[in-house]
Every structure is written in structure tokens, then in C-alpha cells.
């Protein structure tokens, strides 16, 4: 037995550079986004914009990795079927690593949920506004002022939805670490996971 | 005596025209004042930010004028045009205060307050060259936000 193969489990390289160095480009830039967004003062909040572009920038990128990428990362393998969130809930609590060569069911689910609240965050934050701090997004003087105070609006109630999405992936890492004793951090790192072989009749 | 019935006549349209112009609810009146009196801040906050940023040239006569008129506007008491009955339940559409302003006060009050002692900050440094003016313009945007973000609304 070679040692890339242990068991019924056997290292395979399932996520490719683009996006592992994509992942954690999303994590500066979001984080540092956010943070700057929810402390913005005078000195920084141009910063805040700029990261927005960022972010822009990698949601385009993931769009289109999701169409010609490789399997694992493309949209079509993201969005989960029924029957494969009922299969995945049953096997949920067991203590054993899942060993699935990708997302499973409902963090692919979320992946394509959080890309479409950062779209929908880097959209509205084109036509924003702080009026105490005199800072505005690029195309906030386009719009009527109604639109100007319902894009900021929402803008403020996506940033709370994405702490809370991005904290469910953070804690559902931690849950597949700790519980299931599989981990899921190294592998975006490095590509390489422990992929469980399906079991054939000899 | 024509002229005179004609003069009175003209007097008396016009003060009807004044009177409708003017509203008959003085509490819609006391909102529109406000929202005109942030126009006024807005007006003369916005030179000192952009020279701030580098987005407008520092121009030290202008800054202190407008950090004086800021100062100005900021120790104005205008507590008349906060009055009762005027928050954004009472008058959905047309103001963002927030019923808070009143529920909690003296709130609003001390952040008012806060608001005041940052503009006479400013308003004594601003032609003084552009770093003094850094040095004071981020406690005046602070200082809006002391009010903005507790009580108005984001939305009419």
C-alpha cells in the first residue's frame, strides 16, 4: 500500500492553485473590508472602498472559475440536489471525517450564497453614502437621494448577514476538526485532502 | 380709492400665498427648518473635507471661514426645531429622527454637545495650515455621527 493510502481513505490534490490562493485572497480582503467598514473614520475610509474593489474583483473571478474551473469548484457542483442534502444530514453527527473530495451539501450551499451577498454588498456599496464622514461610493451621485439612502441601508444589513455566514463556515471547520477530526484548513492550503474511496464489489 | 381697495386686495393674496407656502402645521415647519439647517452644515462641512483629503487645495481663509460658520451653526440653539411629536412614526416619509431623540434624552443632547465642542476644535486650528486641519476634521465627522447613527433612521 502506497503512502498516499490509508484504509478506505487516499490523499488526492482537489483544490487546484486558483483557488486556494483565491480563498485566501476573500479572506484579507473581506475581513480587512469589513473591519474597516464597521470602524470606518476619516483617515481610513478610503480604504474601505478600495477593498470593495477587491472583492468585486474575486467575485468576478470566482464566477468565472465556477464556469470553466475545475470540477470541484465549479457552480454546478455547489449547488447541493435534495437527496443530497438528506444523505449528508444523516451522516452529520458521526465522529468519523467525511472524506468528500470537495463541499459537502450545505457549504456548497453557502458558497454560493455568500458570492451572492458579496455581489449584491460591492453593488450597493457603488452607490453608498457616509454623509458624516463625507465619503461616498463612486457611482452614489448617479442616483436620487431616496436611492443613495436605501443602497446604504442595505449595504448595512448584508455586512451583519455576511458576520453571520462567515461565522458559520469559521464554526463549521472548527465542528469537521474537532468532531469529525478532519481537516479542512490544511487542504486549502496545500490542495491536498483525504478523499474516502468508494467501496466497489470485488 | 381704487388704488387703495386694489393694494389691499394684493396684500391680502400675497399674505394668503405666504401663509399657504409656509404650512399650516408648524411641526411639519419645525422639520423642514432642521432639514434646511443641515443643508446649511453640509454646505460648509464639505470644502473642509475635501481639503482634508486632498480632493479640494487647502486654502486657509476659506477653511476658517467655513470652520466659523460650522462653529456657528453648531452653537446655534435650535432646540425649537426639535419639538415633540416630530419623529419619523409621527411623520413617516418625511423625517429619519427617530423617536429615540426624545425617548432617551438628554442623549441626544450630550452628543450634540460632543458635536459642538469638535467644531470649536476645528474652528480655532482650521487656518492654521492643512495638518491642523487633519488633526481636528475626524472628531467633526464623529461628532455627526454621534446623533446620525442613534437616532435617524437609514431610510424615510
Redesign the interface.
Known sequence: MRADQTGDYRREKIWDPVIRLWHWLLVVSVSTGWLLGQFR???TV?WHIYLGYCTGILVLIRLMWGIFGPVPVRLRTLLPSPSQIMEYTRHFGNRKPSGSPGHNPFGGLSVVIMLVLLAVQVCTGLFSED????ASGPLAGWIST?GV??A??IH?VVATLLLVFVGMHVAAVLYYLLWKRENLIVPMITGWKWIRVIQRDP | MRNILRFSAAIAGLSFLVTAAAGDDPLEDAIKARQGYMQVVKFNAAPLFGMAKGKIEYDAEAAKTYANNLQAAAMMKNGAMWPEGTDNVSYAGKTRTLPEAWTTYPKVAEANQVWIDATGELARVAGDGLDALRSKIGAVGEGCKGCHDDFRAEDF
Open positions: 473614520d476619516f483617515a478610503e454623509d458624516a464622514l463625507f431616496g439612502l436605501r446604504t441601508a448595512h
